[in-house]
């Protein structure tokens, strides 16, 4: 079945958590749904629903079932979805994140280009000039699932995964592009890097950006990477 | 106040105490002492507060110099304590002195132990927990198991006036053979023969058991016709058991994030206490409960939680 299910299914996990899933596909459609329920919630939490965490297309809700109960959680959710119209929903965010594409931090770049018979400067324009939508946050801390890659820049991840990524690496894995917030194992062809801090878990908001937020890479020079970085730094 | 140097760290010792909530939705797991009962019981063996950070160990434990007097306490798995080569009960808060060294040797029944010490273990708050996520390298002590040479401070000397015991009778014991109560789904109704062939085998905990989670070995448990082989990813809840393409069950713990498997059943939140002392080679086997039990079995476990808490 294709795009938004008429009506939610609710699934449960255990003695408190609900999946409400909305779709059965990666679709941008069902996953605005999934941030507009997920914003909707979170505008009026309701007592005892202790975190609503948003996915590709379902909404998983955690709550405590001594504060309330099964059937009221459903009961919000129906009501929720009720009332989405009059609620003023805030449109997301659109985050610029810099990027310094290519050379020794976009070792990968030249394969991508060469794959699909583009230039180097083909895939950088390519690259920066869609704007994408954050599916969902997980794999590490931090890491944003984006949607909307151009197919010209679909690319199959690297046989082997690299033992370490730097964070701030920015990559393509088939029609999925992201960034790595922290140093880590990762098998994406990497084509650029970010001088951004992406995950500060000592600040008071330790994220730039939240799930059904967007996302839009600028292209930026070595210059001005290092001048970001020292910035970052001072 | 500096209480402990760490002489020798122990197979795997961590700073965890409650739990980080509110994050997941950034990637980021809760985290947390594994088997939360044995975590409480030590924390209001000593007179702390519910959600202080303690030390989780793991087989076997530190051996560390007393930097400062303070009241210890050690529970969860059957393991010995020792004061300078002489023993001190578990379950049972009892009195270090500066200069003491305080060991903790080799589980003789269960895995994961719990050290607390009277004010807590202090490190900082990180995302509002002080826990340990070493795969994200953040929260505990410098964000990794503890070493050789660390030095831990606690947040203040306070501990409870008067040396207590935990009651006997409310000791959980560790079995080798346990069974855990789960609930089908989230995607029970990805399995047909699969749901009874889950709920009516016996499991091997396998070598590959950790805070992420613990892989089991024993029949491989197949989808149903038609299904995809794998799901689009999702965050996990810990207690959710994945069913891999290899069709051999993990329980998904604390510090896993997502996953793209589908889930035939979820654990009760109490028995997870079980899973945390269960070491490779233990038996489970899984019991289905309903919903209704499901929630009735939750809410005993949090009086008897809060029963614990009021208990001295």
Redesign the interface.
């Known amino acids: 079945m294709e795009g938004l299910f008429p009506k939610p299914i609710i ?7 609900v ?1 409400v899933e909305y779709g059965n ?2 679709s941008q459609e069902i996953n605005r749904k999934v941030r507009t329920v997920a914003v909707a919630l979170n505008l009026e939490m309701p007592e005892g629903i ?9 909404l ?1 809700i ?1 709550y405590d ?2 504060i309330i109960s ?1 059937k009221h959680v459903e009961k919000e959710l129906e009501s929720i979805e009720d009332r989405l119209d009059g609620l003023d929903i805030p449109l997301p965010r659109t985050v610029e994140i810099p990027v310094l594409y290519g050379g020794e931090y976009g070792p990968d770049i030249e394969f991508v280009a060469h794959t699909h018979n583009l230039t180097v400067d083909d895939v950088v324009r390519i690259h920066s000039g869609a704007i994408y939508q954050i599916y ?8 944003p ?1 984006l949607g909307g890659l151009p197919e010209e820049l679909h690319t199959p991840r690297v046989e082997t995964p690299r033992a370490l990524v730097p964070a701030g690496s920015v990559g393509i894995a088939n029609n999925q592009t992201g960034m790595y917030p ?1 140093d880590s194992p990762g098998g994406w062809r990497l084509i650029g890097r970010t001088p951004l801090k992406l995950f500060d ?2 600040k008071e908001d ?2 730039l950006y ?2 059904g937020d967007m996302i839009r890479f600028v292209p930026i020079s070595a210059d001005e990477y290092n001048r970001i970085l020292s910035e970052r730094n001072a | 106040m500096e209480v402990f140097a760490i002489l020798e760290p122990g197979a795997f010792t961590t700073v965890q105490d409650g739990g980080r ?8 797991p809760v985290s947390g002492a594994l088997d939360m009962f044995s975590y409480l019981a030590a924390n209001v063996l000593v007179g702390n507060g519910d959600n202080a950070a303690v030390l989780e160990i793991t087989f076997t434990g530190p051996k560390m110099e007393v930097l400062s007097d303070a009241i210890v306490a050690v529970t969860g798995a059957d393991i010995p304590v020792l004061v300078n080569d002489g023993p001190r009960p578990a379950w049972t808060s009892f009195e270090v002195r500066r200069g003491d060294v305080l060991s903790v040797r080799a589980a003789r029944r269960g895995v994961r132990a719990y050290l607390a010490v009277g004010g807590g273990i202090s490190v ?1 708050v ?2 509002g927990s002080r826990s340990t996520y070493t ?5 505990g002590y410098s964000g990794r198991a503890l070493a050789k040479g660390d030095r831990l401070h606690s947040e203040s000397v306070n501990g409870r006036s008067r040396l207590v015991a935990f009651p006997e009778e409310l000791k959980p014991s560790l079995p080798d053979e346990i069974t855990l109560r ?2 089908p ?3 029970d109704d990805y399995f047909e023969s699969g749901l009874d062939a889950f709920f009516n085998s016996e499991f091997t905990v396998s070598s590959k058991a950790d805070r992420m989670g613990y892989r089991l070995e024993g029949p491989s448990i197949e989808l149903k016709e038609g299904v995809p082989r794998s799901i ?4 996990s ?1 810990s ?2 058991v994945q069913i891999p393409a290899d069709g051999h069950p993990i329980i998904l713990l604390v510090e896993q ?2 996953g793209g498997y589908a ?1 035939i059943a ?4 109490p028995d997870l206490n079980l899973v945390a002392q269960a070491k490779p080679g233990n038996r489970i086997r899984f019991k289905r409960v309903d ?1 209704a039990e ?2 009735r ?3 005993d476990y ?1 009086s008897l939680l809060e029963h614990i808490k009021r208990m001295f």
């Open positions: 699934r449960l996990i255990g003695d408190r958590g999946l596909t990666i202790v975190e609503v965490i948003p996915t590709y297309r379902s998983l955690i079932p001594l099964l969902m946050i997980g794999f590490t801390p931090g890491f699932f922290i878990p000592v330790p994220f939240s799930a | 909530y509110g994050y997941q939705q950034f990637g980021i900082p990180i995302m795969a994200g390298k953040i929260g789960a609930l789904g989230p995607q689009i990813s999702e965050p809840l207690g959710a994030t997502a889930k979820t654990v009760v939140t919903v499901i929630h079995l939750y809410a949090r």
